[in-house]
């Protein structure tokens, strides 16, 4: 009731156009306005198809009715698309193909009796019966619609076929799920991982934890012991147990088939269209080879393609909301964007999607003014907490397992603080014994707290030719090795020896002023005005001396951060700066990256900015070896959940930003994946396996992308030029383009952004996107092939339908069998020459099999 | 708020309609009484366009004011909008009518007097005039240079620089920032160009507010603070890109919005032309201004789309008609200047320069001197006992080198090598890098009367000229790429290592032709680009782009790749002569000729197509490598970093620092976050049917907003996604958009608070905050115009934020 007065005071504002009874041209439009406003129109509906006119009249009444077509005030922004919609909307109560939905709606609701899928099964016996009454009720309701509307008459729900998707696609997957019995390309890595999780030692990998998780406990579940090296691809497996976790992997990569098919269902309640979607990822060889192995692909696909289907299902929800599903698939969506984020930062891409579907949703209830603003907040809060509170909880969460279980000391450890590590077992500063404080003469290394900062390195390099002075190289190094060694010396007597007894023990003061000798080279940490190598405006730090000795500008000064003068040092909880003496700068690791000729090191340099107090400027010193002092067991200050978690994700995306191409390496470019220019190999040599899109599928998803974009601005063009046209076809149309639009931008969101990142790409990086554009063809062949029988007459019968789907089917299906070898494997000869199997289908020069 | 809701909405509506009654009076009152005030005061002649606003907008029918491409919705309102196009008033499409606005004159009157003030202090090198004028003084001497970016700003510096000194030679060296100019340098004319676009900019500013409703006041407003705007001041007085960029897509952009206003009258083609000209002439000076192209199309688009296609008395074929006519019109305006512009700058630079080895042997040869006068005579067909040099065609220039040393026995990981003859890819011209071309079955080198040809297809061998060894490739890894097989020259350590030295010629991209078929075709020197495959292996000889370490001189490292087609792995001839006998073969190679000659012709077209690739391929592969004064996108927002431009040297603290106008700056980003609040606001309460300001003031907010929004998000956003190094100055298109966007703000807010008591306290703060505008204009002159210098005090004293670096002198006073 509020919304009449609103609606009529709109009627008051100036730009409204003639009212619908003295307006020829738009005779349906104000129809539903007038439903609302006065009894009359309403009594025209409601006197054949009781059941579904009553769900009808309840939408006004109580929209909070279940009823799952009618969108009830609907989605965009200007007022005239509302009342469009709406129209739409009645076409849609009352068209054979969708009565069929109301009733099972209005048997859910009023039954309440098993399961969705259930009543959705009882529908096909009453099928029949009520689409041949809605029929005839819906030719004598509208004189509009002719006999020449798009049917869709298979919009039931169909066990056989999905059973039969169901099979194909766990068979295709699983067969010859065991060969190789070889690493294959980055199984070399996850694999690897996967074994470090079994082992509990640390490591550090740029994507977060879950699937690699997953991955440790497929292998933990099913056997393997975690002892496999996984060196390199091509290294037999032998006695290993690796079966078990391909197997776990290609099950989720084979769930990929079934969701694809019951993510189009729902969104366009055509099986035939679900079908094809599914047949498109069920034989694409790409997809096959990508989710047969020990990767983490198969278990991003899977929690992308189940997000995708869990926000489309809870939309179809959308009329009975807050009710027990409606809150289930809400949560079930917030957990698997939660799970796809989780295992590779791609997944970011499929937050973005749904959270447009959202922003979407929301906007579409605001715009219902029979609700009450509350009802919005309602809504919004409820998805708040679902999709924003409950994912970050589980994210977290999922790091916290990820921590918890890596509690030993592993190869990743050098990336991390200095406190990070004393949390680790076996590392060397876990239950640490050396002297507390430090002494002239004790052998240390020291770390910079720069977050994911290194080790105070050098090595028997010097800078290059035209990088300032040719001395030795000072850089930071991530991992231990000897030369981090310094020996800390008084600035004008050299250090007494380590194992000298006699010689007197003194600490270092805050305030001292030191020398560094690099224990290796016997070179002083130096520094002079000239430029540092990368970071310009600061100065160039090298080795400099022989045997300990060198100059003036070797001297620097060590302050403690919080200290009074005359404090000692502490190992690892002291942060220092060490002070030029002469130069007056400050030591500080900058974190770029320096050329090939320091080995990809990390710069060090020598600030002459005095108020530069980045953590780039701090150090610590880790280890402290001095044999007369005595080792005490200290208990560092250990950092918290929180603090570890911040500090991991620090290092990720700096980790994440580093993997830039070099010089002359050939990468994939974004442009060259949806064309499938060029694979991957998986394998090669004597058994090859050979990462390749179906070219059939791809290009077909190719090609239509520009038709969908055809459609559309057909559709709008017709929208904006007010034609009138028969409402069937523009209500089928409307729903493609509505499908298509949302499946478009899924594409869009999983693929545009690869363009705009530095790093390094590969072909693999496509699949997420490639999901979204089959099920966008598979949508569009079938709302085609669809429109034809329609519009052209001597195709009505149902054998033109069949012979489509049947060859459409049968090509891309003749295509899987020609290139599955490229997934299942091929040894002999390559594809150029005569004798091979695969001859003549190598279509592409770039190909490479 | 529980009322029940049958009353609440009741109440809800009254209050509404009285609401709007109230305010729906507001845009037309305030249109006549400004419009009113404006008149009395200045006495102004406003252009027609405007004027007819007026008129349109008192009438009752007209809801949509027709200076909005009509974001609203366009069913409801198709009635008002016929009559708008009945009204539009039928102008001759010849008649051209001159208007002046004194207020856009007098605005540009102010900015000159800031911009040519003393413009040619400082008589020194000013940050990137280091490349500017450099690029200036080359098209003095028509050298060839290359540049990523595209060439007319360059173009117009030295245009002026001509027309005010003739007799500048271009032999200035620009050799590093802040060495003193001579007094022979036309420093005036090189600096007029920026100079005057950014005196005219405030105007253009002023003029597309007016264009897209912002009141008279408002619009002076956003030309006065371009004017006091400190790094606009600093860019438009030296030599940069910046301010013929921005000034351009405004003109642009204002041509779009005027042509939208006439669809219907013949002008609108004009408009559309004029307004692609303008973007493309800012797009040719850097590439950043297709921003401003694109969005003088979609504005013009969208006013097709929303105004004109819903009519029914247009059919769809004329309308299609028309639409295809407009694009076409932008489209050909947009090709013909650009391709002049480059017609422009191919035909100057003729001769051959310092950057000549980007370019391919071919496009060099076109070039007077260099390359050309090398090959000049030499043989075309490369045959068999062909002595070449094979130059790494696309990418990094190289030539193909072979020298005595061999590979070592072990490499510094570990892994062993075949010890033979080091192939590599050396940047200098060499006796080493050349090779003769050998049929497998012949011996005899010399090439006889009948040539025996290469062709597309056939099998070779390469013998190195100096060793006389063949060119090999085996299953051995190469030294820096493991993953390829490494090419040698072939020596035999009876190591049961065969030779493997047969190599395929495949000649890329067809014989010169149309045709892409290169079945037949002959190598020619120069031209035909080829891959040599190794026969044996079915892999492709390729410049790896790694580098040797020192027992390879740090040549680049020559490989093999099962990747076949890739730009690394093309090569072509570049000099070329027969074989006269065996015996001299040595003697010949050591006696290289270089005879001075003509060049040779290459056409426009395909000079100009691998110049744009070459542009295309140099911005993808991004200089990365950092700059003490770089800053990324985050960092512009809040200005926290300058730029140092110019010092004056010792003794003094005199110098130009980079910074904009601060008190513009941060208030314009806050504004930013305000309009999209506002905005946001209207959108949800209006979803609710909530009308809380009338049709017209909301379309034109929606106009204005996503023009200058829109504009903003563009060009600030895009640096967001480019992988190079950025600055301060990359800025400054947003900023100028931010401005208006800030301007269309206080606009809007004076529209709401006009009829209540906030008006008085919204004046004065706005006063306020105008006087603290010029105040902080004033401080900061000083370091934007490089004198007078300041004491060590006073730069302390303008370091509003920690980060700005003024330099000061250590013997400063």
């Known amino acids: 009731m509020q919304a009449i007065g609103r609606r009529s005071l709109r009627n008051s504002t100036p730009r409204e156009s003639p009212t619908p009874e003295n307006d020829p041209l738009k005779p349906r439009r104000w129809v539903r306005t007038r439903g609302r406003l006065a009894k009359s129109p309403l009594s025209e509906f409601s006197d054949t198809d009781t059941e579904t006119e009553a769900a009808n009249q309840n939408h006004f009444i109580r929209p909070a009715t279940p009823k799952r077509y009618s969108k009830t005030f609907s989605n965009s922004g200007s007022n005239h698309t509302n009342i469009n919609h709406i129209l739409n909307n009645s076409r849609y109560a009352n068209d054979i193909s969708y009565s069929n939905s109301h009733i099972i709606m209005a048997k859910e609701s009023s039954a309440k009796s098993g399961s969705s899928k259930g009543a959705q099964n009882k529908t096909d016996q009453t099928k029949n019966k009520s689409s041949g009454s809605s029929s005839e009720s819906q030719k004598q309701k509208s004189q509009t619609s002719s006999a020449s509307g798009i049917n869709y008459n298979d919009t039931h729900w169909s066990w056989g076929v999905f059973l039969l998707i169901l099979v194909l696609g766990v068979g295709t997957r699983f067969y010859k799920v065991e060969e190789p019995d070889h690493v294959c390309w980055d199984e070399t890595h996850f694999g690897k991982m996967g074994s470090w999780y079994i082992n509990r030692t640390f490591f550090f990998d740029v994507h977060p934890p879950l699937g690699k998780m997953m991955i440790g406990a497929f292998g933990y579940l099913t056997g393997y012991n975690g002892t496999f090296p996984f060196e390199s691809p091509g290294q037999k497996y032998n006695e290993t147990k690796y079966v078990g976790m391909r197997v776990c992997c290609t099950a989720l990569g084979s769930m990929l088939v079934p969701l694809t098919y019951l993510t189009v269902w729902e969104m366009t309640e055509s099986t035939s269209a679900a079908c094809l979607a599914a047949a498109f990822i069920l034989f694409d060889v790409g997809l096959l080879t990508l989710t047969q192995y020990i990767l983490l692909d198969p278990i991003l696909l899977f929690f992308i393609s189940g997000s995708v289907y869990t926000s489309v299902k809870f939309y179809t929800y959308r009329n009975t909301p807050f009710t027990f599903v409606w809150w289930t698939w809400l949560v079930l969506s917030g957990v698997f964007i939660a799970c796809a984020i989780s295992v590779k930062f791609v997944g970011l891409f499929t937050v973005l999607y749904i959270g447009f579907r959202t922003i979407y949703e929301l906007w579409e209830i605001l715009g219902d003014l029979t609700k009450p603003i509350t009802y919005t907040m309602k809504h919004f809060i409820a998805r708040a907490m679902c999709l924003i509170a409950l994912p970050i909880a589980l994210y977290v969460t999922f790091f916290y397992i990820h921590l918890a279980v890596l509690n030993r000391s592993g190869n990743g450890d050098g990336f991390y603080s200095s406190a990070f590590q004393s949390q680790l077992i076996g590392n060397p500063l876990y239950n640490a014994s050396m002297p507390r404080e430090v002494a002239y003469g004790a052998m240390i290394s020291l770390k910079s707290q720069r977050t994911g900062g290194g080790y105070l390195h050098s090595h028997w390099h010097l800078y290059p030719e035209g990088v300032g002075a040719k001395q030795q190289q000072i850089t930071t190094y991530a991992h231990k090795d000897d030369n981090n060694k310094w020996i800390i010396k008084k600035f004008d007597e050299p250090a007494p020896k380590l194992d000298n007894k006699s010689a007197p023990i003194e600490l270092i003061k805050n305030g001292d002023l030191i020398r560094l000798e690099h224990i290796v080279t016997k070179r002083n940490l130096h520094t002079h005005r000239i430029p540092a190598p990368v970071t310009k405006k600061q100065w160039q730090v090298t080795g400099y001396g022989e045997n300990g000795t060198g100059d003036a500008n070797d001297v620097w000064r060590i302050e403690v951060l919080g200290g009074k003068p005359g404090d000692h040092i502490n190992v690892v909880s002291s942060r220092l700066r060490f002070f030029h003496q002469l130069q007056n700068c400050i030591l500080s690791g900058t974190g770029k990256q320096l050329p090939k000729w320091a080995y990809e090191q990390m710069e060090v340099s020598c600030s002459p900015n005095h108020r530069d107090v980045r953590k780039s400027t701090y150090w610590n010193i880790e280890e402290n070896h001095f044999p007369r002092l005595p080792n005490v067991s200290f208990q560092v200050h250990a950092p918290n959940f929180i603090e570890k978690l911040v500090e991991s994700h620090t290092i990720m995306f700096e980790g994440n930003a580093g993997l830039k191409p070099k010089e002359g390496e050939v990468t994939s470019r974004p442009w060259q994946w949806p064309i499938n220019y060029r694979g991957q190999y998986f394998s090669g040599s004597t058994y090859r396996i050979y990462l390749l899109g179906n070219p059939i599928i791809w290009w077909a998803n190719l090609a239509l992308l520009p038709l969908f974009a055809v459609i559309y601005i057909y559709h709008a063009w017709k929208e904006q030029r007010g034609y009138e046209e028969n409402v069937d076809i523009k209500a089928a149309r409307d729903k493609t383009v509505t499908v298509c639009g949302w499946l478009f931008v899924g594409w869009a969101l999983h693929y545009l952004p690869f363009y705009t990142m530095g790093r390094v790409l590969y072909f693999h990086h496509y699949f997420p996107a490639l999901l979204f554009s089959s099920m966008l063809s598979a949508v569009i062949i079938d709302y085609f092939i669809r429109l034809l029988i329609s519009t052209v007459s001597f195709l009505k019968d149902n054998g033109f339908f069949h012979v489509m789907y049947g060859l459409t089917l049968s090509t891309v299906a003749y295509s899987f069998y020609l290139f599955a070898p490229l997934s299942y494997g091929t040894s002999g000869p390559l594809a150029v020459e005569e004798n091979s199997t695969m001859h003549g289908l190598k279509w592409l020069d770039s190909w490479e099999f | ?813």
């Not at chain 2, 407003?221 to 371009?226: E, V, Y």
């Not at chain 2, 193909?400 to 061999?406: D, I, P």
Request: aromatic share 12%; glycine share 6%.
């Open chain 2, 1 to 813: 708020m529980r009322m029940g809701v049958k009353e609440k909405s009741k109440f809800g509506r009254s209050m509404m309609e009285e609401r709007k009654r109230g305010r729906s009076l507001l845009p037309s009152t305030d249109e006549s009484s400004e419009g009113e005030h404006v008149t009395n005061k200045k006495d102004i002649t406003s252009n027609a366009a405007s004027s007819s606003i007026k008129s349109k907008s008192r009438s009752p029918t007209a809801a949509v004011p027709s200076s909005s491409p009509s974001i609203s919705n366009s069913k409801n309102t198709q009635g008002s909008k016929r009559t708008i196009f009945e009204n539009a008033e039928e102008e001759s499409f010849w008649k051209i009518s001159f208007e002046i606005d004194i207020v856009a004159v007098g605005l540009f009157i102010l900015a000159a007097a800031t911009r040519f003030y003393n413009l040619t202090s400082p008589n020194s090198i000013v940050f990137d005039e280091l490349h500017y004028g450099k690029y200036a003084s080359l098209y003095m001497r028509q050298i060839f240079f290359f540049d990523p970016h595209p060439p007319l700003g360059k173009q117009l510096i030295a245009a002026s620089s001509y027309v005010f000194d003739r007799s500048y030679n271009g032999t200035f060296k620009f050799d590093r920032i802040g060495s003193p100019y001579p007094d022979w340098v036309p420093i005036f004319g090189m600096r007029f160009i920026p100079a005057l676009l950014g005196s005219v900019m405030p105007s253009f500013s002023y003029i597309l507010c007016r264009e897209i409703g912002i009141s008279m006041t408002f619009s002076i407003l956003s030309g006065l603070l371009i004017i006091f705007d400190n790094a606009l001041l600093i860019q438009s007085r030296h030599i940069l890109m910046e301010m013929p960029l921005i000034s351009f897509g405004l003109l642009s952009l204002i041509f779009a919005i005027k042509a939208t206003k006439q669809l219907n009258s013949n002008k609108s083609l004009l408009f559309v032309s004029i307004s692609a000209f303008f973007g493309t002439l800012s797009l040719s000076v850097k590439y950043i201004g297709s921003f401003y192209l694109a969005m003088s199309g979609f504005i013009v688009f969208y006013c097709f789309w929303s105004r004109v296609v819903p009519r029914k008395d247009f059919g769809a074929p004329q309308l299609l008609l028309k639409i295809g006519t407009v694009y076409l019109i932008f489209f050909l305006t947009f090709l013909a200047t650009y391709v002049s512009i480059f017609y422009i700058h191919l035909s100057i630079l003729t001769q051959a320069g310092p950057h000549d080895s980007v370019m391919t042997s071919a496009f060099q040869a076109s070039l007077k001197g260099g390359l050309a006068s090398i090959i000049k005579g030499q043989p075309v067909q490369v045959s068999h006992g062909s002595q070449v040099t094979l130059r790494h065609a696309l990418g990094r220039p190289c030539w193909m080198h072979s020298h005595l040393q061999n590979y070592p026995i072990k490499y510094s990981d570990g892994r062993g090598s075949s010890h033979q003859q080091q192939v590599t890819c050396y940047s200098f011209k060499d006796v080493n890098n050349w090779w003769i071309v050998k049929r497998p079955e012949v011996d005899n080198l010399a090439v006889n009367e009948t040539k025996d040809v290469i062709k597309h297809g056939d099998q070779i061998h390469l013998v190195h000229g100096m060793s006389g060894r063949l060119l090999n490739s085996h299953d051995v890894a190469a030294p820096q790429s493991p993953q390829n097989q490494e090419v040698s020259c072939y020596i035999d350590h009876n190591v049961s290592m065969p030779a493997e030295p047969l190599w395929r010629v495949e000649i890329v991209g067809g014989c010169g032709g149309v045709s892409q078929n290169s079945e037949g075709c002959e190598w020619h020197a120069v031209k035909s680009m080829v891959r040599l495959i190794h026969v044996t292996s079915g892999q492709a000889l390729r410049m790896s782009g790694k580098q040797l370490p020192k027992w390879g001189f740090n040549q680049h490292e020559v490989v093999t790749d099962r990747i076949v087609v890739q730009d690394d792995t093309v090569w072509n001839v570049e000099e070329h002569r027969y074989t006269k006998s065996e015996k001299d073969r040595e003697k010949e190679l050591l006696e290289a000729e270089m005879i001075p000659t003509k060049p040779t012709d290459l056409s426009f077209r395909s000079k100009f197509w691998e110049l744009q690739w070459k542009m295309l391929i140099s911005s993808g592969s991004s200089q990365t490598e950092s700059h003490a004064y770089a800053s990324f996108p985050s960092e512009w927002l809040f200005l926290s970093r300058g730029i140092a431009y110019w010092i004056g040297g010792s003794g003094t603290n005199a110098q130009i620092h980079l910074l904009g106008n601060p008190v513009i700056w941060l208030t314009g980003s806050f504004g930013v976050l305000l309009h999209l609040v506002i905005v946001g606001f209207y959108l949800l309460r209006r979803r609710r049917l909530c009308f809380d300001i009338d049709e017209e003031t909301w379309s034109t907010l929606l106009l204005q907003s996503s023009i200058c929004l829109g504009g903003y998000a563009l060009t600030y956003v895009y640096h967001f996604c480019v992988d190079r190094t950025l600055f301060l100055h990359h800025y400054l298109p947003s900023y100028v958009f931010k401005i208006m966007l800030m301007i269309s703000t206080l606009h809007h807010l004076n529209c709401i608070s006009k009829y209540s008591k906030l008006r008085y306290l919204f004046s004065a703060i706005l006063l306020l905050w105008i006087v603290f505008v010029m105040y902080a204009f004033s401080r900061f002159l000083p370091t934007s115009m490089g004198f007078p210098s300041l004491t060590r005090s006073e730069l302390e004293a303008l370091k509003w934020n920690q980060n700005w670096d003024f330099i000061v002198q250590s013997n400063s006073p």
